[in-house]
């Protein structure tokens, strides 16, 4: 199936772009976590979001939650790894790909901290994605930064394959396959020439074909990198239009304030430019 909308992100502002593209029909997939593990689910009281002064963080994300799959949203649990823009867009989550005609990004704030390397050799070694890239290594050495709860599994996923892995994390796994050498580190850097030679982990050099950074979210600049940017914020006009069209961005990923009622209002109005464009194709 290929949604009208594709959803980055199930904070407040992927929420409410949700119900209100919903509400002029359209169909809508929300990628991200369950709300119960969404940065506002730690706030213990939420006194400036308009009309509703004291809720939880937690009664606010799961009243959105709900209104939103009332609505007919439809919901995956899981982080976008890749993301290809053509002829719409197609989303890869684990080993699923999803498509959609347009895209919301509504990650949250978005941190591009990189290990020295990281970018330049991005697709010449460095991938953030096991799934869409472990066949490219099969028989060879490569490193996985664990920096995210599902990493280990991911490792797991590459011996399988058939990939030489060893495992760089600051804290030692849990569910690593034991037949996996595991480095602690955090002091890292990705090494190279034409292609990844080697990850340097707190000084040592790990000989190696590819390194697969796994953190817990990747930032949509990773996933679009023709997306513009100012100050480590999407770029985005009134109509929370990104400069890629059919690309709209909203909430913390615009920058501040970092509060709920402005997320939440620029994913109405992300929504509703989302939906304009589609009627406009
Ligand atoms: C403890 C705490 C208390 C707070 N208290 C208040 C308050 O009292 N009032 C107030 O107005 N604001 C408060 N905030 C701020 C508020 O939570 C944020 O402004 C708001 O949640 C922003 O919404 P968002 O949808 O833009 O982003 P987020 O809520 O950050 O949601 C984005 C989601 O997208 C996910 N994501 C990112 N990348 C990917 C990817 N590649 N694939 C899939 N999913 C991805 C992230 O994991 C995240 O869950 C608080 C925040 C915290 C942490």
Redesign the pocket.
């Known amino acids: 199936m290929v949604y009208d909308i594709i959803v980055?992100?199930?904070?407040?502002?992927?929420?409410a772009a949700a119900i209100a593209a919903r509400g002029r029909n359209k169909s809508v997939l929300v990628?991200?976590?369950r709300w119960q593990?969404?940065?506002?689910a730690?706030?213990e009281?939420?006194?400036?979001?308009p009309g509703l002064p004291g809720r939880t963080?937690p009664e606010l994300l799961e009243e959105l939650y709900e209104h939103a799959a009332a609505l007919g949203t439809e919901f995956v649990v899981?982080?976008?790894?890749s993301l290809l823009a053509w002829n719409g867009f197609s989303v890869t989550v684990g080993s699923q790909i999803y498509q959609g005609e347009s895209l919301i990004l509504?990650?949250?704030?978005i941190r591009t901290a990189k290990f020295p390397g990281e970018a330049e050799y991005l697709g010449r070694g460095v991938s953030y994605c096991a799934t869409c890239d472990g066949m490219l290594y099969r028989t060879k050495p490569v490193a996985v930064v664990g920096l995210a709860p599902d990493a280990p599994q991911e490792a797991n996923y590459l011996k399988r394959l058939g990939c030489q892995v060893v495992y760089v994390s600051p804290n030692p796994p849990q569910t690593l396959d034991p037949g996996i050498p595991y480095v602690k580190a955090s002091k890292l850097a990705v090494k190279g020439e034409q292609t990844v030679t080697g990850l340097e982990a707190d000084g040592t050099l790990l000989p190696c074909a590819g390194v697969f950074i796994l953190r817990?979210?990747?930032?949509?600049t990773d996933?679009l990198p023709n997306l513009a940017t100012e100050a480590d914020t999407i770029k985005v006009d009134r109509n929370m239009a990104t400069n890629l069209p059919g690309v709209f961005a909203?909430?913390?990923?615009t920058g501040a304030p970092?509060?709920?009622?402005?997320?939440v209002g620029e994913?109405h109005v992300a929504a509703l430019s989302a939906c304009a464009y589609l009627d406009s194709k």
């Open positions: 980055l992100g199930s904070g407040p502002a992927g929420l990628i991200g976590n593990d969404s940065p506002l730690k706030a009281r939420v006194d400036n979001y963080g899981g982080k976008a790894l509504a990650p949250g704030v817990r979210a990747v930032a949509p996933l909203a909430g913390d990923c970092l509060q709920v009622a402005k997320a994913g």
